[in-house]
């Protein structure tokens, strides 16, 4: 083990970044994989309630704390028919889903999701076709969605049990229109101009719902930044948001830049800031466009999928990666990038919430677990409210292969509502103990630090159906307050949650 480094960090209650948007903390349901049947969705389990939703999920998504979920996907909704997911159950089709190479039963769709949302708590964030469907489709689907009654489909609606409108505000217009892998792929032209008037139409409906136009599908894209100037030249007007979706991997053994991944995710959203300003000028607009960070997280995108089963199965086991204490670590350093940057990304997902990549993992008939990334995004969205703000931070740097030198200390301070502080802090260095040293001086004699720090000796240790518990945050006995100064602990490739009362 190297030798113990120090970092220090000033903040000051009147200099502000912004206020915490609610959105921030969304979370992702894609029809794929188990994230629903047998993820948040198993009639038949034990713990199932009236709506066929598991009892034991809906437990640890509240401790998760998401505030709002995208839905139906992701790949998904490029090949989906919303109307297959509505009205009598035993009606409903089975449809091939080509995105995932499986069978859709379709046992769970609008009404089951807007119930699924209300259970726990969540605002919905719905997206529509613009893969191999389009406008009237997509005005259709609102026009059942949140329309009161009187006409063809808001009557459907009320016909299939749904008295109320659903109210949903928030809609991602397509999904990764970029992809080659996209079912229906445009160009940029193609698709600025798409979701110009889809965005227009959708507002002679309702006008001051908020929509996501689809930004690139990474930073990696070779059309990144040419993308996001085309589309928003073409709907710059008539849309809120523009997407950004990021998945971080170790790759070829390199865990320094892995550990590094918030510098890409820096540079992501000040690189669509900037395209999204450029055009704002141009066109000598007034308004901003945000960001909607809809897709993100730790994804070893070319780890075998699990088990495969026939084609065309019906909920597979796919994309069921296994995160480690150094995944959960990186984890938390991309959530305090969401943080830092929440003046320009104003909405932001998870990508996933159950099973598919993501926090939670359950067996079909049997328990359900929190895997080690649980843990920052339940910290973040329980003490992550208030404002961010501004830090002045001093810390030494270790060497990326990827983004050169990169300073240990990750941290994000935010204001809480109660008159209360919380830092989030990473500590990147794979070797060396980092000595926080929080200056105290501007908070108005609060003295009272405690923290809770997600570390592990094996940096590959996981919690796992055997073992479902191995890897959870402690409490930190490693603090010092000082002559208005606090000195706390943060063990090498840690996350920390440190709470000044
Ligand atoms: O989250 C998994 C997939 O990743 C989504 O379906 C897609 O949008 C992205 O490529």
């Not at 979370?27 to 009639?43: A, D």
């Not at 035993?90 to 089951?112: H, K, M, V």
């Not at 940029?188 to 507002?203: F, I, K, N, P």
């Not at 900037?274 to 960001?291: H, M």
Request: proline share 5%; hydrophobic share 35%.
């Amino acid at each position: 083990m190297a030798e113990p480094q120090r970092a220090r960090i000033e903040f000051d209650p009147r200099f502000t970044v912004a206020e915490v948007p609610e959105r921030l903390f969304g979370s992702f349901v894609e029809h794929l994989g188990r994230c629903v049947y047998t993820g948040i969705y198993e009639p038949g389990h034990a713990t199932a309630n009236a709506d066929g939703l598991r009892q034991d999920v809906l437990d640890l998504i509240s401790e998760l704390g998401p505030t709002m979920v995208r839905y139906p996907g992701g790949n998904f909704v490029s090949g989906y028919r919303w109307e297959d997911g509505t009205g009598p159950k035993e009606d409903r089709p089975r449809r091939l889903d080509l995105a995932w190479g499986t069978t859709e039963t379709n046992q769970f769709g609008l009404s089951e999701f807007m119930k699924f949302c209300r259970t726990v708590g969540v605002e919905p964030n719905m997206a529509v076709n613009l893969g191999t469907r389009g406008l009237q489709e997509a005005l259709d689907l609102l026009e059942y969605a949140n329309h009161p009654g009187g006409t063809y489909w808001s009557d459907l609606r009320r016909s299939h049990g749904d008295e109320e409108p659903y109210g949903i505000k928030l809609w991602c217009l397509g999904n990764e229109m970029d992809g080659p892998w996209q079912i229906g792929q445009k160009t940029a032209h193609e698709y600025g101009r798409t979701a110009d008037q889809v965005a227009r139409s959708m507002r002679y409906i309702e006008p001051d719902l908020d929509l996501v136009a689809c930004g690139s599908s990474s930073r990696g894209m070779p059309e990144f930044g040419a993308w996001e100037a085309e589309v928003l030249t073409q709907s710059y007007e008539s849309v809120d948001y523009i997407s950004a979706h990021a998945y971080y991997q170790p790759r070829d053994g390199d865990f320094k830049s892995f550990m590094a991944s918030a510098q890409d995710m820096e540079l992501f959203i000040d690189g669509v800031t900037a395209t999204a300003d450029a055009v704002g000028a141009k066109l000598k607009s007034d308004k901003k466009i945000n960001i909607s960070f809809d897709e993100w997280n730790v994804w070893y995108q070319n780890a075998p999928t699990g088990e495969r089963e026939e084609p065309w199965a019906v909920a597979p086991r796919q994309l069921e990666d296994i995160y480690s204490a150094m995944d959960a670590v990186v984890f938390g350093s991309l959530m305090i990038t969401l943080l830092r940057r929440c003046d320009r990304v104003t909405a932001a997902c998870l990508a996933q919430l159950v099973n598919v990549i993501a926090p939670i993992m359950t067996e079909p008939d049997g328990p359900a677990w929190r895997q080690t990334t649980f843990f920052p995004f339940a910290e973040a969205s329980k003490f992550g409210r208030g404002k961010v703000l501004r830090v002045n931070a001093d810390s030494p740097s270790f060497a990326t292969e990827k983004y050169g030198d990169v300073t240990a200390l990750h941290s994000v301070a935010v204001a809480n509502e109660d008159g209360t502080y919380t830092v989030f802090a990473v500590n990147r260095d794979l070797e060396s103990t980092l000595t926080l040293e929080i200056d105290l001086a501007s908070l108005g004699g609060l003295a009272d630090v405690t923290c809770s720090t997600l570390t592990d000796d094996d940096p590959n240790a996981k919690n796992t159906l055997e073992e479902p518990t191995r890897v959870a945050p402690v409490a930190n006995g490693d603090i010092t307050v000082k002559d208005g100064v606090a000195y706390v602990e943060l063990p090498a490739m840690s996350w920390n949650t440190i709470r000044i009362a």
